[in-house]
């Protein structure tokens, strides 16, 4: 499911075009004449397919982003914070530390 749905709205007795989404809007033009009003939806229908299409991309991006030790999304995440895609440095240093100690008390025992 998409983060956002992007759709057109008309203000001011649909004499003004925006192109909306749940927390975002953004104003495409004025229509007060017929010809200046086609030309703005015109162009925020494209613009909406646009933006749409970019939001699909971006959920399908973010799959496969999921750290393999805490399970929680590593797609948001600045590189300096992970090891790769699929981990976070400090997951897989926790991991190595348990790792090291259990490999520790396997040698004791």
Partial sequence: MREQEWTIEHRKHGNEVYVVSSNEGIFVGEGYD?????????????IVEALNKAEEQDEK?????????????????????????????????????????????????
């Fill in 34 to 46: 017929k010809e200046e009003r086609k030309r703005s939806r015109y162009l925020a229908g494209i």
């Fill in 61 to 109: 991006n973010k799959e496969g982003w999921t750290c393999i030790h805490c399970g929680e999304s590593t797609y948001e995440n600045d590189y300096e914070q992970l090891f790769s895609a699929v981990e976070h440095i400090q997951c897989g240093l926790i991991a190595e530390r348990e790792s090291k100690k259990k490999n520790k008390e396997s040698l004791i025992d």
